[in-house]
Every structure is written in C-alpha cells, then in structure tokens.
C-alpha cells in the first residue's frame, strides 16, 4: 500500500474529490480511508500528524512519508491521467500561498457543499479502495 489517501469522510467536496481521484487513478495507485476511520487515527497519530484532529485537510501517506493540504493535492495530481497530472506544475508555487487557498476553501467547504450526517460508503466496486 504505497498510496493512501485520507480524507474527511463527511465533507461533501472531500468525497466529491475522492471519486474524482478514483475515476481519473488510471495506474490504480491509491486507497482511501477516512480521517473519521480507525486507521487513520491509529496511522497518522504513530506518525504524529496534528492535522487527523480538525478533519480539515487531505492528507497524503506515500513511501513513509506524509503530505498535507496543498503538498497532498498536487502530488495526487502527478498520478492522474492527462490533462490532470499537468497541475502538478503548481508545485513551484510557494507553499504558503498555495496553502492559504487551500486554507480559505477548507474554511468555508460546508457552508458551500455542505456536510454528510455519517461518512459515505463507497459501493461494493469501490469497496477494495479503501480502508477502515
């Protein structure tokens, strides 16, 4: 498992964004697991990653090593099939203003898209793709 995606399970645009990622994986590299799943406290907490408490950043778990907010979103972009895998070229911009895009659209993600009751459940297709 060399690829592992977390993201906040009951965010709209974050499941949104997983189905996007999962149509458009076309090397079939990552698994999901929600920030909210049993993995993902037990992972991240061992790695020490501050950001699993606030559920308000994507967080990407590769080779060991973990990504979030902006450094997570553009290194998923690198696996993506064409046109998708060109917007890892915004790499080169700064980390602190791609961040505060980030940041203002993680700050305001349910007022715009709104928020689930519960995390969604990917269909038995799906299901293989992720971890709990």
């Known amino acids: 498992m060399d690829h592992v ?5 009951v965010c709209n645009l974050c499941s949104e964004s997983v189905q996007f990622i999962i149509k458009n994986d076309h090397k079939n590299v990552f698994k999901f697991s929600s920030l909210q799943s049993e993995f993902a406290q037990k ?6 990653i501050t950001e699993i408490s606030n559920s308000r950043t994507i967080i990407l778990l590769t080779n ?3 990504f979030a907010k902006s450094d997570a979103v553009l290194r998923i972009t690198r696996y993506l099939k064409f046109p998708f895998n060109l917007l ?3 790499i080169i911009v700064p980390p602190f203003i791609r961040n505060a895009v980030y940041d203002f659209v993680s700050k305001n993600r349910y ?14 297709t799906l299901k293989s793709k992720f971890i709990i």
């Open 111 to 124: 007022r715009w898209f709104g928020k689930k009751a519960e995390c969604w459940i990917p269909d038995e």
């Open 43 to 48: 992972t991240l907490t061992n790695k020490n």
């Open 5 to 9: 995606v977390f993201f906040d399970g």
């Open 64 to 66: 060991n090593n973990t």
């Open 88 to 90: 890892y070229v915004f």
